[in-house]
């Protein structure tokens, strides 16, 4: 006679492998350390990639400062040649660069948190107070120095044509 589950030819036999109960405890979880591990592991990991984001971002506003300096120089030149001579000047604090004709502010952009500018000259060695562009769009080569953290970036603009060239140093 067949029994239910059993299949024609076969004998029920007892199962070969162990109950549940009779396996080791420690082969149904993870011990507390190798969790600790895994966590202090991650944490490892997240550390290293928030130190190369930090990074990536002062580097991202010096690139933005830069680009803006470059748009205020463009504008400056334009609204010489349009309107007659115009002055770019930075604020004490290096925060604040603005382009004014006489005692009129044509322009002015505020730099990105914690990017100071330097208006210097083409070496970026001597700090000029303000760069003169004269009613030809033209003035004589200038350099600027913007600093963020310890990130510095020389930058020079050509005074015939605008043409600006930089680089990057770590500060002194």
Not at 20 to 45: D, G, N, Y
Not at 75 to 91: D, F, N, Y
Not at 143 to 159: A, D, K
Request: contains cysteine; positive net charge; glycine residues 10%.
């Amino acid at each position: 006679m067949i029994r239910h589950g059993q299949l024609r030819g076969t004998i029920n036999r007892p199962s070969r492998r162990a109950p549940m109960s009779a396996l080791p405890r420690r082969s149904l979880a993870f011990t507390f350390i190798e969790l600790l591990s895994v966590v202090v592991l991650l944490a490892l990991a997240a550390s290293v990639g928030a130190v190369a984001v930090a990074g990536a971002s002062d580097s991202a506003r010096i690139r933005s400062a830069a680009a803006m300096l470059r748009g205020l120089d463009s504008r400056a030149r334009l609204s010489a040649q349009t309107g007659g001579p115009v002055v770019i000047e930075s604020s004490d604090d290096g925060r604040i660069v603005s382009v004014r004709r006489e005692h009129d502010v044509l322009s002015r952009i505020k730099l990105p948190d914690g990017v100071r500018v330097c208006l210097a000259d083409p070496e970026g060695v001597r700090v000029v107070h303000a760069v003169r562009i004269g009613s030809h769009g033209r003035c004589g080569d200038y350099g600027f120095v913007l600093r963020h953290g310890e990130i510095v970036s020389r930058w020079t603009v050509n005074g015939a044509t605008g043409w600006v060239t930089g680089s990057w140093e770590a500060a002194p």
